[in-house]
């Protein structure tokens, strides 16, 4: 299966609290009236990744040095419902990332637009600074496309801001 790179520590927050804004393409979504939620995007996606472990050579305890599960929930009634947990262990530092936020959500040619009605982000940071982040009001806007992924089964990839792919989601039943 192919999967990008779950980005360092310092980049879970970014993931978790900002997304950006799309390009211009005309892409999936067309044709479908402004604000709605187009057919190929309803529904519950899922992505999912552990990386490499690392191992404390004293206790022989193991962790993987980054784990990442989320979902987004979408609705052919524009509503939506994200969900991440990511958690980063670099010894002796560990930050855990957790995200719940609803809303509506409407799209327009390839962007995605989830308006958070409800929503906190709350990061725990052994070696840094630590917050909880109430989301509600604001706005992640992102690319979207569906893929091929594997067997043919389609994927969702998303695009902040600044670039970084998300994903791909794959669909949950």
């Known amino acids: 299966m192919h999967r990008f790179l779950l980005l360092p520590a310092s980049a879970l927050l970014a993931l978790a609290v900002g997304c950006g804004s799309g390009g211009d393409a005309a892409a999936p979504g067309d044709g479908v009236p402004a604000g709605q939620v187009p057919d190929e995007l309803v529904g519950r996606w899922r992505f999912e990744q552990i990386l490499d472990q690392t191992c404390d050579p004293d206790t022989g305890l193991c962790v993987p040095t ?20 990511a958690e980063s262990n670099f010894p002796p530092c560990n930050m ?15 962007t995605l637009s ?7 982000t709350k990061v725990d940071n052994t070696c840094g600074e630590s917050s909880v982040t109430d989301e509600g009001g604001e706005t ?17 990839l998303l695009t902040n801001d600044r670039g970084t792919k998300l994903g791909p989601f794959e669909p949950q039943t």
């Open 114 to 120: 989830l308006h958070i009605t409800e929503g906190v």
């Open 66 to 85: 980054s784990a990442q599960t989320e979902t987004l929930t979408l609705t052919s009634q524009g509503r939506f419902e994200h969900v991440l947990y």
């Open 140 to 156: 992640d806007t992102y690319t979207w496309e569906i893929i091929d992924g594997e067997g043919g089964t389609p994927e969702l």
């Open 96 to 110: 855990v990332v957790q995200h719940q936020s609803e809303g509506s959500a409407d799209v327009e040619a390839s």
